[in-house]
Each structure stands twice: as C-alpha cells, then as structure tokens.
C-alpha cells in the first residue's frame, strides 16, 4: 500500500507561514489526486486541501486564501504553503491520495503525519 511521509510542521505565532511537504512512495503519484488532511485534538480528520493530477485544486473555506497546495511529479512530494496562520490551525497535518471526487476514499496507510501550533 502507498506510504507516505509528512515533514515541516512547527511551532509558528499567529500571522506565520510553514511549507509542509509530503513525499511517498507510490509509483503511481503522477496520476494520483492527493489531498491534505488535519485533524485537531479531539476532532475528525478533514481535508484542507486537494490537487489532482491536472493541478485543479481545491480548498476548504476556512483556509481559501491562505493555504496553497502544489505538487513536483518528479519528486513525487506535495505541499501546502500556509500563510497567515491561525491558532484554530493547530492540528497534526497528513496527506493522502484519494480517489476523486470523494476525499475520504483515500487510498494509502496514513502516515505520522506532522504537528502544527500555532500559539503565540
């Protein structure tokens, strides 16, 4: 099953910026839509943002705006750039591929995923 590992989460203040990225190992990456998820503490795991394998991408409303998802095929990683952070971002960030349109039928083992606070 495709694997996948999320790096670039910190401690960041209120206004700042983190470049999260996720590198797997899937041999079908190029095709793949993958999606960034989070999940808070004590809450489910919802998706943040997606990007197909046309690079049409999509955003939750509560990040549109600051949030920007990319990938490189030939690294096979994803990213998502996030600006303008806010405390109600403080979640463990993970990436997944799924099988569009629906998100949640992502199609790897989820990873570690990445820690983001956002606390002044």
């Known amino acids: 099953q495709v694997q996948f590992v999320e790096s670039g989460g910190g401690l960041v203040q209120p206004g700042g910026s983190l470049r999260l990225s996720c590198a797997t190992s899937?041999?079908?990456?190029?095709?793949?839509?993958m999606g960034w998820y989070r999940q808070a503490p004590g809450k489910h795991r919802d998706v943040v943002a997606t990007?197909?394998?046309?690079?049409?991408?999509n955003y939750a409303d509560s990040v549109k705006g600051r949030f920007t998802i990319s990938r490189d095929n030939a690294k096979s990683t994803v990213y998502l750039q996030m600006n303008s952070l806010k405390p109600e971002d403080t979640a463990v960030y993970y990436c997944?591929?799924?099988?569009?349109?629906?998100?949640?039928?992502?199609?790897?083992?989820w990873g570690q995923g990445t820690q983001v606070t956002v606390s002044s």
């Open positions: 990007i197909t394998s046309t690079r049409n991408t």
């Open positions: 997944n591929a799924f099988d569009p349109p629906i998100t949640s039928l992502v199609r790897g083992s």
């Open positions: 899937g041999s079908s990456f190029n095709r793949d839509a």
